[in-house]
C-alpha cells in the first residue's frame, strides 16, 4: 500500500513522559501536514512542511511540541512533558502541490494517543 | 477562517440517495468547495471538489449554487460503507484545512 502511514496507532503515556510520532508520507508528495482532533470534533491543523521547511506553526502547537521533517519525506512530531489535555488523535497528511490547480490531501489512519 | 455551516447529523436508508447540504456564505471568488469524509476510527478520506461549476467522480456528485454560498453533497444510492462524517470546507488558501464538526450520516439497512 502506498498511502499514507503513521507510526503508532496507538500510545499510552503517564504524564510527564516524552512522545515521538512519525508519518510516512505518499512518496513525491512535497507538502506534509499535521493535524490534532480530540472527540466529537473536526481536526485542527496544527503545522506544515514544504519539503523540508517548516511553513506553518498553529497557536495550539505550544513549546512543548516539535516537528521535523529532515530530508523532505518523512516527519516527527514530538511532544514533551505530555499533559493529560494531549489526549488526541494525532493525524498526519500529505499533497502534491502543483502550479495552477488545488491540493488534495490524503490522511494517515492516525495515532492515538492517551495521556494518564 | 473559512466558516461553514452543516447539519449536525442525518439519515438515509441504503440504496437511496442522500443530499448532504453545506452553507459557506462568506466564500470567496477564488475558494474551492472540498468534501472530505471520515468512518470511525479511520482518517479523513477526499470526497469531491469543485469550485464553480458541479462535479462528478466516482464517489459522488457536487452541486455548487449560482451566488456559491452553497454546495451539496450528493450520494447516488448510499450504502452502510458510507456513514461517516461529512465534511465541507472551503477556503482562501491552498493548504491547510479548516475542519468544523461537520454531519454524520447513519445508512440504515
Known amino acids: 500500500d502506498t498511502g499514507v502511514s503513521q507510526d503508532p496507532r496507538h500510545k499510552i503515556t503517564k504524564r510527564g513522559q516524552n512522545v515521538t510520532f512519525r508519518c510516512d508520507p505518499i512518496?513525491?508528495?512535497?507538502?506534509l501536514y499535521w493535524y490534532r482532533q480530540t472527540l466529537g470534533q473536526g481536526p485542527e491543523f496544527l503545522t506544515y512542511?514544504?519539503?523540508?521547511?517548516?511553513?506553518?506553526k498553529s497557536r495550539l502547537l505550544s513549546d512543548r511540541f516539535s516537528a521535523e521533517r529532515p530530508k523532505g519525506s518523512f516527519s516527527t512530531l514530538e511532544i514533551q512533558r505530555t499533559e493529560q489535555g494531549d489526549s488526541a488523535m494525532y493525524l498526519c497528511?500529505?499533497?502534491?502541490?502543483?502550479?495552477?490547480?488545488?491540493?488534495?490531501?490524503?490522511f494517515g489512519p492516525g495515532t492515538r494517543l492517551l495521556v494518564l | 477562517d473559512a466558516k461553514t455551516t452543516q447539519p449536525n447529523s442525518m439519515e438515509s436508508n441504503e440504496e437511496e440517495p442522500v443530499h448532504l447540504p453545506c452553507n459557506h456564505s462568506?466564500?470567496?471568488?477564488?475558494?474551492?468547495i472540498h468534501w472530505y469524509r471520515q468512518l470511525p476510527s479511520q482518517g479523513p478520506e477526499y470526497v469531491i471538489h469543485?469550485?464553480?461549476s458541479n462535479v462528478n467522480n466516482r464517489m459522488a456528485s457536487l452541486a455548487i449554487a449560482e451566488d456559491r454560498k452553497s454546495s451539496t453533497l450528493i450520494l447516488h444510492r448510499a450504502t452502510l460503507r458510507d456513514a461517516a462524517v461529512y465534511y465541507c470546507?472551503?477556503?482562501?488558501?491552498?493548504?491547510?484545512?479548516?475542519f468544523g464538526k461537520g454531519t454524520l450520516l447513519t445508512v440504515n439497512p
Open positions: 512542511f514544504q519539503n523540508e521547511a517548516q511553513l506553518e
Open positions: 497528511a500529505s499533497s502534491l502541490v502543483a502550479w495552477g490547480s488545488t491540493e488534495t490531501q490524503y
Open positions: 512518496s513525491e508528495h512535497n507538502r
Open positions: 470546507i472551503h477556503g482562501g488558501s491552498n493548504y491547510k484545512l479548516t
Open positions: 469543485g469550485r464553480t
Open positions: 462568506t466564500i470567496s471568488g477564488t475558494d474551492y
